[in-house]
């Protein structure tokens, strides 16, 4: 179902500030630093924290109604919190959170038995979802007797047993390792891609007949490969407030700044079209692409991956008055994703290399050296602004409406 997510929570110092909708079979990613406010904010949509303003709308129903303090409406009891347990939605952390003393079918079963479903008609429809997650052999173990990997599947299990109108999955993949990861990342993909879910239930003979609607999706995560693999748009917190959101090859591909830019692992300079060939940037580096730059004059991201850029002594290249070139200081060398990570002194770029090729140049902190990149790795867009600052119209019309932003979705 479609949730409409529109609140302000004051815990201490940190401010959460969110505006976002997603609609019925969506999945959003929301990637953010520690503290940026992501489990804030699920916590409020599931019920588990009262926000200080705001609204939740899940499908038409208000679930969370809760007006400025300031405002009169609050004393005419137009506020409103329906319980955590009373909303139809699913939540899933990084912990399974299984009852150690059932079975997996009976702690499949235990989320159906609570909506009222017999019991022998709650175990069958338990097994279907244990065999969906690939686990039928595992149905009479106890959690203990399960792996991380399986434990979690078997949640997943659970919480989608229920066809909740909404799915919160909190960093789900956080406490597993990377193979086990990777199952469970697949695993939710595919139930994930099934749109249809509670139609497809229903005609499997295991759904409850009562939705038709396929759930709205919201996964928290740090790692941008869940976002890539799961989710269809992705938002990016910080500091509380959402500063990008949009589908994923835009947000992830085309970052609106170096924070972004940094979150999803790329190098973002700005700069400025001068040529149909070349950007400069005002540190006076150019930069040219094999794709076409947008008119002269505009105001342009410069992206490319660490990987792209090489690192030699100064001395064994040419002169780097080419595009693509510029002489620098290595300042650290460190682990990376993919090899050594190198940064460079009054530098934002980081480069990535094989130790090898490090250990073949001898390369160290300090040395002066000269970087540069293939034009095929650079991307050059118009510079995106953040989410820009709208006011917003409100979702419920008893709530006053309060300008602040940023605002809704961008397309
Ligand atoms: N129970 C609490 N009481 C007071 N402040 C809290 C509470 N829980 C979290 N906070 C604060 O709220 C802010 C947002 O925390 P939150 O856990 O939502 O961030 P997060 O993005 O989920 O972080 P992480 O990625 O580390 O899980 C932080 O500044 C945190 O210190």
Request: include cysteine.
């Amino acid at each position: 179902m479609m949730v409409d997510v529109d609140l302000l929570v004051h815990r201490g110092p940190f401010t959460l500030d969110v505006s976002v909708s997603v609609a019925p079979g969506e999945t959003l990613a929301l990637l953010g630093p520690n503290g940026s406010g992501k489990s804030t904010m699920l916590a409020a949509i599931a019920g588990l924290l009262t926000p200080d303003r705001g609204t939740i709308v899940v499908g038409g129903k208000v679930l969370t109604q809760v007006a400025d303090a300031s405002d009169a409406s609050d004393a005419l009891g137009r506020n409103s919190q329906v319980p955590a347990h009373r909303r139809r939605i699913g939540l899933l952390g990084q912990d399974p959170l299984l009852f150690p003393h059932l079975s997996a079918l009976e702690n499949v079963a235990f989320g159906l038995r609570s909506q009222g479903i017999t019991a022998s008609l709650a175990r069958a429809r338990a097994r279907q979802w244990i065999e969906d997650v690939g686990l039928a052999s595992f149905a009479d173990r106890r959690p203990a007797e399960l792996s991380g990997g399986q434990q979690q599947r078997i949640a997943i299990a659970r919480v989608l047993a229920t066809e909740p109108d909404v799915l919160l999955f909190d960093e789900p993949m956080a406490a597993l390792d990377v193979q086990n990861a990777s199952l469970v990342r697949t695993l939710l993909r595919e139930r994930l891609a099934d749109r249809h879910a509670a139609r497809h239930a229903t005609a499997a003979g295991r759904g409850t007949g009562r939705s038709s609607v396929a759930p709205a999706t919201i996964v928290v995560t740090h790692n941008v490969v869940d976002a890539l693999v799961l989710a269809d748009r992705v938002a990016i917190l910080d500091r509380g407030r959402i500063i990008d959101i949009g589908v994923v090859a835009r947000v992830l591909g085309q970052p609106a700044n170096l924070f972004a830019a940094t979150l999803v692992g790329l190098n973002l300079i700005e700069g400025i079209v001068e040529t149909p060939e070349l950007v400069r940037t005002p540190d006076g580096r150019r930069f040219s692409s094999e794709n076409q730059l947008p008119p002269v004059g505009t105001e342009v991201s410069v992206v490319f991956p660490p990987s792209a850029v090489t690192v030699s002594r100064e001395a064994s290249m040419p002169a780097p008055a080419m595009p693509n070139s510029w002489r620098a200081t290595l300042e650290l060398l460190e682990p990376g994703a993919n090899g050594i990570r190198l940064t460079f002194c009054d530098d934002t770029v980081a480069a990535e290399a094989p130790p090898t090729e490090l250990l073949a140049q001898r390369l160290s902190a300090g040395d002066a050296v000269t970087a540069s990149i293939d034009p095929a790795a650079v991307t050059v867009y118009p510079r995106r602004p953040a989410v820009p600052e709208v006011p917003k119209v409100p979702e419920v019309p008893k709530v006053p409406a309060v300008p602040k932003g940023p605002g809704k979705d961008l397309p």
